[in-house]
């Protein structure tokens, strides 16, 4: 997802940890060996199964992994080994067979198990526990849309042995979005180490503080709150050690990450959403000489969603007057500097389910005027637009959003908070107006966001309509259908707007020059999971 979050006073030479190189030595030398990432705000806990937005998981994926690694190449989903080295489905696409490496462990030397996949299936399942990955389970036979169990049904997974399971599905699913969902976006927890917490003290463990039991190729070593995560390598990884042998994830606000690029203390931003060079930066990036800048048609969104549980946001008609008067052409033109497209919909361009025929609410402040009097809009109310720092560009956007509202009779006061204490508003339903963004599978089911109880459905709308097409599309094996559908579900979106979708940002990152094999995977993120960089001296 997904604008995620005091800031460092001065600049840590992280690289002093693994180098002994003496503190503040900014500039020194850095070794081949030790990699340095930027991202905006710092994690909530570094739990596999509910870690609170993508700065958590950049850090989860160094550590847990799923059954395989999935990448949008052309179009095409690939896939590629993590703690499995075999997959397949059935002819009738409703049973999935997988085979754990024979040398993966976990990180204190026990070996991962197919129980160890049961137990992280059986934990998400389970109603008692808190997670965000219901959703990416929920298509398991005996479990509900939001990947609960269901009471007197059999679950649909079964150990064939130490290293192999399978899992079987309500109705037969499009292989590609299984092996996406469940495959590449379930992440393993050690049974050995959590299996006797009862599921609803889960959340509150100490193990999502200090997950010192992984199963991916780093180690977890320390996280300075609001500092630094840091990272050693993982020499026993049955995919082979990675190359860099330790990694630091700073906590960089993007106003000193040029600095910082500048002085050579930071090797990588990580990526799309949570760690990107402000827009005026990136001409002076472009110029420096140790540096590869890199812009991608980003697979996610920045927008704006309603509070359903205020009655004066219920009405659809208050909802276009707002879109209608969001100025997203002066958004996209001058804030983004044209790096970006005025979005439609939660389903990208970059995705290949996206409709080209659903087309974004005009700018049209006399349209937005009238639709405020036919709602019966009480121009006297005061609205709460909720605003997530750590983002600059979202910032900046909801100063502009105000003033749009302001220009139409609408009054709005912004409140800013850190990321984890937006959420918590949002989830709570303590706000009216809040701008939050995504970044999400290439699978266009979008059911976790927009289904009635869905896990982010910040909203907190039910839509009847809606919830029939997104249980569809999920029923459905076919792809050819499947994009009818969800076809069908983006023109709904148009219609309801349960979110104004603001826009559709172009990502942009560097890595240093001194590196190689490193890429973006589906997420817009970089791709550490090929983990053979390469870094020399420079």
Request: charged fraction near 20%; hydrophobic fraction near 40%.
């Amino acid at each position: 997802m997904k604008g995620m979050r005091v800031w460092l006073a001065a600049i840590i030479t992280l690289v002093v940890a693994a180098l002994m190189i003496p503190a503040g030595a900014v500039g020194a030398p850095k070794s081949s060996l030790v990699v340095v990432s930027g991202m905006w705000s710092p994690p909530n806990n570094f739990s596999p199964i509910n870690t609170d937005s993508s700065y958590g998981y950049y850090v989860v994926r160094f550590i847990f992994q799923g059954m395989m690694e999935a990448r949008l190449e052309n179009n095409q989903m690939r896939f590629s080994p993590a703690l499995a080295t075999r997959w397949e489905a059935s002819a009738d696409r409703q049973t999935f067979r997988f085979t754990i490496h024979p040398r993966a462990t976990w990180h204190d030397g026990r070996p991962v198990t197919a129980e160890d996949v049961e137990f992280t299936v059986m934990t998400i399942s389970d109603p008692k526990t808190e997670t965000n990955r219901g959703a990416e389970i929920a298509t398991i036979a005996g479990l509900t849309a939001g990947g609960k169990r269901v009471a007197d049904q059999q679950l649909g997974f079964r150990i064939l042995g130490p290293k192999s399971f399978e899992v079987r599905t309500k109705v037969p699913v499009d292989p590609q979005m299984f092996f996406e969902r469940f495959g590449g976006n379930v992440y393993i927890l050690p049974k050995h180490v959590l299996g006797s917490v009862p599921p609803d003290q889960l959340a509150r463990h100490p193990f999502f503080q200090n997950p010192t039991v992984g199963n991916g190729p780093f180690k977890f070593v320390q996280y300075k709150t609001d500092q630094f995560v840091e990272l050693v390598v993982n020499e026993n990884y049955h995919n082979g050690a990675p190359k860099v042998r330790r990694v630091f994830v700073r906590i960089i606000p993007p106003t000193t990450m040029l600095a910082q690029l500048e002085r050579q203390d930071l090797d990588l931003s990580a990526g799309f959403g949570i760690g990107e060079i402000l827009i005026e930066d990136w001409d002076r990036v472009k110029e420096m000489p140790h540096v590869r800048p890199v812009t991608i048609r980003a697979p996610g969104y920045q927008f704006m969603v309603f509070n359903f549980s205020r009655p004066y946001l219920e009405d659809k008609r208050v909802r276009r007057a707002m879109a209608h008067a969001i100025n997203r052409p002066l958004i996209v033109n001058q804030l983004l500097k044209g790096a970006g497209e005025i979005a439609e919909g939660p389903i990208p361009p970059a995705n290949p389910y996206f409709n080209a025929a659903v087309k974004p609410w005009a700018y049209d402040t006399a349209r937005a005027r009238a639709l405020l009097q036919e709602a019966g809009w009480d121009f006297n109310r005061t609205i709460i637009l909720r605003v997530p720092t750590g983002n600059i560009l979202r910032e900046r956007t909801g100063d502009i959003i105000r003033e749009n509202l302001v220009a139409v009779g609408i009054k709005v006061e912004i409140q800013k908070s850190d990321f984890p204490t937006h959420l918590a508003a949002l989830t709570g339903k303590n706000y009216d107006i809040g701008l939050i963004g995504w970044a999400g599978p290439t699978d266009p089911d979008v059911s976790s966001q927009f289904r009635t109880g869905g896990q982010y459905n910040f909203g907190h709308h039910s839509i009847a309509r809606m919830d029939q097409l997104l249980d569809e599309g999920v029923r459905l094996s076919d792809p050819a259908r499947r994009k009818t559908i969800y076809n069908q579900f983006q023109e709904l979106f148009a219609d309801e707007l349960p979110y104004v979708v603001l826009y559709y940002p172009n990502g942009r990152t560097v890595i240093a020059k001194r590196m190689s094999g490193v890429n973006y995977d589906i997420f817009g993120l970089f791709d550490y999971l090929t983990y053979n960089w390469v870094a020399g001296p420079q």
